[in-house]
């Protein structure tokens, strides 16, 4: 079995210069403004994520990726993205954000391999397996894709949910909600069967349910 990188990032790293310099820059307005409340699901979620993780969230809007760099503040992200904005006029931002392209439409091997090769080096791979913006403003979480499930499997990482309550204003405060994390092999082993791909893709999508129904719970 190949073994997993620790993860330990350098604090300082080149290829991650632009990362950094935004991140830092943005973390004080960002805190004042959205004025984060971390919930975790339990004591077991306050565990820092060290080595490979793949991270999986409800997807609300463009600002999401923000809201996730705020709830594992202390890891690099590498946020999994459509290859589309890779074509645009800002794909100089996806690629100094170090972001990752695939193809949401045709997801192939090759985009399969990198996320895989990324989490099996240490790193923290982001993603909305929802796999577009809720339509309907975060009210429902809309079906997971299974792509999640193989990227885990091929990267031999533990998957870790997370849920954010939309806000209804502006100014209101942002509410992110962590769970523990998942370690899909030592539940199903390397070679699940398509029925029990189907039946993780269900369990991560409840969590992130239960999730939600913390975040509205300590709301109330």
Known sequence: ??????????????????????????????????RPRWIYAAPEAREYLRGGALV????VGFLDPVYLMYAIWYRRHRFVCGKEFFESKARWFFRAFRCIPI????????????????????????????????????????????GMVLMALQGRAPVVPVYFQPRKHWYSRLRVVIGQKLDIIETY????????????????????????????????
């Open 1 to 34: 079995m190949m073994k997993q990188k620790s993860g330990k990032q350098p604090l300082f790293a080149l290829k991650y210069l632009a990362y950094d310099f935004i991140k830092v820059t943005a973390a004080l307005p960002g805190l004042i403004w959205l």
């Open 56 to 59: 999986i969230a409800n997807h």
């Open 103 to 146: 193809d949401r439409e045709n997801f192939g091997l090759d985009s399969l391999r990198l996320i895989a090769d990324e989490l099996r080096a240490g790193s923290v791979v982001t993603m909305f397996p929802e796999g577009h913006i809720s339509a309907d403003g975060g009210e429902e979480i809309a079906a997971f894709k299974p």
């Open 189 to 220: 082993g390397t070679h699940p069967t398509m029925s029990q791909i189907d039946e993780i893709v269900t369990l991560l999508r409840g969590r992130v349910e239960e999730l939600k129904a913390i975040a509205e719970e300590r709301e109330s």
